[in-house]
């Protein structure tokens, strides 16, 4: 790829890293950027992922530079060695790291750090991630560190604290007759449920969270862990899906109804172009957020304007100080024909809690009978899980998600798309009955709720430049869209916002904030990401069949049934090369057109011109979808 054919398939100038399987006895497994990654055997997934990480006094992740980096592969084993340096304004740390594979079966992982200046972390160390598929519901045996074992169960539903601390050694059964044994050195263990902020693992980590933290490390403290991985097992992972199991399958008999979308509404206003794109969408509402205690006319009323320009409704979000503002309903009322929908949220507190409700919910209820009303939290969903919000008066539970809290790279972010699926099962749960409600989601983060160095009751707002993405402006990021949404509508989610109307955080540019120069050298009047969300927005009036992916860290996609009963599929690739994607029986293409990296440079230029669908050979059960791009697929009747 080209410099300007990167930045509109994944969003960065620069080359993705490189993967590279390695072995180590019947295990198999891809090193890349200093971890090891997806360790098998044959398809049984045993780990996602071992990693170290330096997170400050803010759990921010200190980026690291790799250096020094060696790899021997012997075939049946290998040893990898590297220098980690950790570096900030602030920080230095750097890590000695060296990972041997070795031929029976086992891998032996090794870090040693030194801090080169003083600062605070609250946490240095090794991280493991387990795959939920393998784990979910199953037993897992604990030894601790005074020898004494207990018997526990990964978790079904998201856990709010650690379902297992004190960790010395765990041992558990991914697959019949597969047993997997992680032994700890220099630290005690605890494990969490990453699914509380989409990630699709449970996590194993370093110093208990019980500890206090930070911590300040001073110049020339160390750190040294190690961590061992065996098997025992004379499975050899047989049992694999084979051939023909290798294909998409879809379930018409259980099709599912279509989520209400949303935007959220940018700051700046918006150009007539701008206005036109937006109603072209023909999205059900936009979000607008206001604080009863600092109120804005002004920004409810250019919602109204534009909420009546594009032909949709609103949905108005309240966040409330301690002291309630009385005279925010006088606001409100001259709108409630407009208004559908209100989420009520504190600007004190992680979630929405119950002297909240009773004193806002009544008068909701009172002056805009035909409106639903939600509240839950603004963050994470791990924020709603820890500190709930009583669904009894309620008509939804709402809350965030991004799939940036704890890593950065392509492959965990597709990895996060299967987690959303948990947290509206565990967000059920939570609504005992009631409705779920996800949004606003975004590539990045938007504010963090646990940074330590700001009072708990800020909610700390991120600028335009730091809560923006690249992979906004990228195929990638369409492709992540979609999986989004097919994970979030095929769980029964009732309604979703999606990023904001426009700016880096958007759907399309705004001549007002805009990118780095060297990011914008192919024209763009939208990003990809509105041309999917308006694929998708054209099967609103259908349904949606639950696709199943044989892969779906490589390639996924929906299907739409609409009322004709035919079925329309999007199908997408999160990858850097060419997926081969079979078939199910009962398949058969009758037109197509996939959306690759030159389609989508006249598209995102043009984005008002129609999309053709070619006629394909209906003999043909593999359909060959390129890098990043999205296939619009239309089966036969």
Request: aromatic share 10%; glycine share 6%.
């Amino acid at each position: 790829m080209d410099r300007d054919t990167r930045i509109l398939a994944y969003g960065d100038t620069k080359n993705l890293p490189k993967a590279i399987n390695v072995k180590a006895g019947k295990l198999h497994m891809v090193y890349e950027a200093g971890f090891l990654r997806y360790i098998k055997l044959g398809d049984v997934e045993i780990i996602r992922m071992v990693n170290h990480a330096l997170r400050d006094h803010d759990w921010d992740t200190v980026p690291m530079q790799i250096m020094d980096e060696r790899l021997e592969d012997h075939g049946n084993s290998f040893i990898i060695t590297y220098t980690a340096v950790c570096k900030t304004a602030d920080i230095h740390f750097q890590w000695h790291c060296v990972i041997k594979g070795n031929p029976d079966s086992t891998i032996d992982f090794e870090i040693q750090g030194m801090a080169y200046s003083a600062f605070r972390k609250n946490r240095a160390g090794f991280t493991v991630l387990h795959p939920i598929a393998p784990c979910i519901g199953k037993r897992c045996t604990i030894t601790h560190p005074n020898g004494q074992e207990s018997v526990e169960k990964f978790p079904t539903y998201i856990s709010p604290s650690q379902p297992f601390k004190e960790v010395s050694a765990m041992s558990w059964e991914p697959a019949n007759g597969v047993y997997a044994l992680l032994a700890f050195e220099g630290d005690v263990f605890e494990t969490e449920d990453q699914r509380n902020w989409i990630d699709a693992s449970y996590k194993t980590y370093c110093t208990p969270l019980g500890l206090p933290f930070p911590v300040r490390l001073e110049v020339g403290d160390t750190i040294k862990q190690k961590i061992r991985l065996s098997l025992d097992t004379t499975n050899d992972g047989a049992g694999n899906a084979k051939g023909a199991d290798r294909v998409l399958k879809i379930d018409r008999k259980n099709p599912r109804p279509f989520p209400k979308i949303g935007i959220p509404l940018g700051d700046l206003e918006h150009t007539p172009d701008i206005i036109d794109y937006l109603k072209a969408l023909h999205i059900d509402f936009l979000r607008v957020e206001l604080e009863p205690g600092k109120w804005d006319a002004a920004k409810l009323e250019h919602a109204v304007s534009l909420a009546k320009e594009i032909d949709c409704k609103l949905e108005v979000v309240l966040f409330f100080e301690k002291n309630l503002a009385e005279t925010y309903l006088e606001y409100l009322l001259p709108h409630k024909e407009r208004i559908f929908q209100f989420i009520v949220l504190p600007n004190y507190a992680k979630s929405t809690d119950q002297p909240l409700l009773e004193a806002v919910v009544p008068s909701l209820r009172s002056y805009f009978p035909h409106c639903s009303i939600g509240a839950g939290t603004d963050a994470f969903f791990k924020e709603l899980n820890d500190y709930g919000t009583p669904p009894d008066t309620l008509d939804f539970l709402s809350f965030s998600v991004n799939p940036q809290v704890h890593a950065f790279d392509l492959g965990s972010l597709t990895e996060t798309l299967s987690a959303h699926q948990y947290v509206v099962r565990s967000g059920k749960v939570l609504a005992q009955g009631k409705k779920v409600h996800v949004g606003p989601v975004s590539l990045r983060m938007r504010w963090n709720p646990n940074a330590t160095s700001r009072s708990r009751q800020e909610r700390e707002i991120l600028s335009s430049e730091k809560r923006a993405d690249p992979r906004q402006l990228s195929l990638y990021g369409a492709a992540w869209t979609l999986g989004s949404f097919k994970y979030l509508s095929e769980n029964g989610a009732a309604s979703t916002t999606y990023y904001q109307t426009c700016g880096p955080s958007g759907l399309m540019p705004h001549p007002g904030d805009t990118w780095p120069e060297e990011l914008t050298t192919i024209p763009q009047a939208v990003y990809p990401i509105y041309i999917i969300l308006k694929q998708i927005m054209g099967h609103k009036n259908g349904k949606i069949v639950p696709l199943e992916s044989p892969n779906p860290l490589k390639y996924d996609g929906m299907a739409f049934l609409d009322r004709t009963k035919r079925i329309t599929l999007l199908l997408t690739n999160f990858t850097d090369v060419d997926q081969p994607i079979g078939l199910g029986a009962h398949m058969e293409i009758s037109r197509l057109q996939i959306l690759d990296s030159t389609l989508m440079k006249t598209l995102v230029q043009n984005p008002d011109d129609e999309i053709p669908l070619l006629d394909h050979s209906p003999k043909n059960k593999t359909l060959n979808l390129p890098p990043f791009a999205t296939a619009i697929v239309l089966l036969a009747d």
